[in-house]
């Protein structure tokens, strides 16, 4: 499993822990930790605004790796 996995799952389960297990909070901590790992901004037709930009390629990337926990 690659580092950006493991603190992947890591921010699921600490949030698992501290919520006393309420899987939608859990949910939410590892949306924000993959978001955090893989964000990159993208600069628009105006000046001064940007957007914020998942590639979907990685996050398969990473779905992959998550199953792979499984293992």
């Known amino acids: 499993m690659t580092e950006r996995a493991k603190r992947i799952y890591r921010a699921w389960e600490d949030k698992w822990v501290d919520s006393t297990h309420h899987e939608e909070l ?11 790992e893989f964000q990159y901004y993208q600069c628009c037709e105006e000046e001064g605004v940007e957007d914020m930009v998942v590639d979907a390629r990685v996050l ?9 926990l499984n293992d």
């Open 26 to 36: 859990s949910l939410a901590a590892a949306i924000r930790e993959i978001v955090n």
């Open 60 to 68: 398969y990337e990473l779905a992959d790796e998550l199953e792979a």
